[in-house]
């Protein structure tokens, strides 16, 4: 059994400090720093006139501080399952910008994202907690909806592949990165709570879905082992 959205959001509650490093990122994740780098300068280099931005599961800031560097005028709405980390964000934000701030805790799959309010969307390691086809229909549809006319989306995730074999391969090749990046021990505890929380696509399915919902057009910005970087425009 996968964990509840009760204990996801118990285990983030108590990992604020881990997600607050704009430098590091998210150390488990491979290629943190230079993901959160080319998200932060793509959204800003298609949208340059944005206004208003929505972070899917914000963590602690990181994702909408790197983009108030680039474009320091924009209004942020932060989601996250976790009051601590919402409140960790917007405080780490208030020195970054003079526009306005809001924070909504819930699940995506819950809250409602209105219609044509935002220029841009991040969402960093955070849709690989969904689970059905239903639920990752619903939410795409559901942030085609919430963009303006050529409004873009930008996710980081975890993912999986379509081959066994290359998933396996790829899986190995993760673990020896937490190996390195710590221990055996880190790895198996990585490893352990992946298998407990996680149900992560593979990448062109969620290419092939952003198209499906609506998107005009897709890219990617980067791959590597079981994480990928990408986006799309309305």
Known sequence: ???????????????????????????????????????????????????????????????SLKLLQSLPDLNVTLIDLSRPMLERAEQRLRPATKRHIETF???VRDLDLGEARFDIIVAAAVLHHLRTVAEWEAVFAKC??????????????????????IQEMMWRRYGEYLVGLKDEAYRDTVFAYVTREDTPQPLMYQLDLLRKSGFREV????????????????
């Open 144 to 165: 085609f909806k919430a963009l303006r006319p050529s409004g873009s989306i930008w996710i980081s995730d975890l993912i999986e592949h379509s081959s066994t074999a």
């Open 105 to 107: 805790q819930g699940d």
């Open 219 to 234: 890219e990617i910005l980067h791959k590597t082992s079981v994480f990928a970087a990408f986006g799309a425009w309305k």
């Open 1 to 63: 059994m996968k964990s509840t959205v009760e204990q996801i959001r118990a285990r983030f509650d108590n990992d604020v400090e881990r997600f607050s490093n704009l430098e590091t990122g998210q150390s488990a994740t491979i290629d943190a720093p230079l993901v959160l780098e080319l998200i932060s300068q793509a959204a800003a280099a298609t949208s340059p006139s944005a206004t208003d931005l929505l972070d899917v599961g914000c963590g602690a800031g990181n994702y």
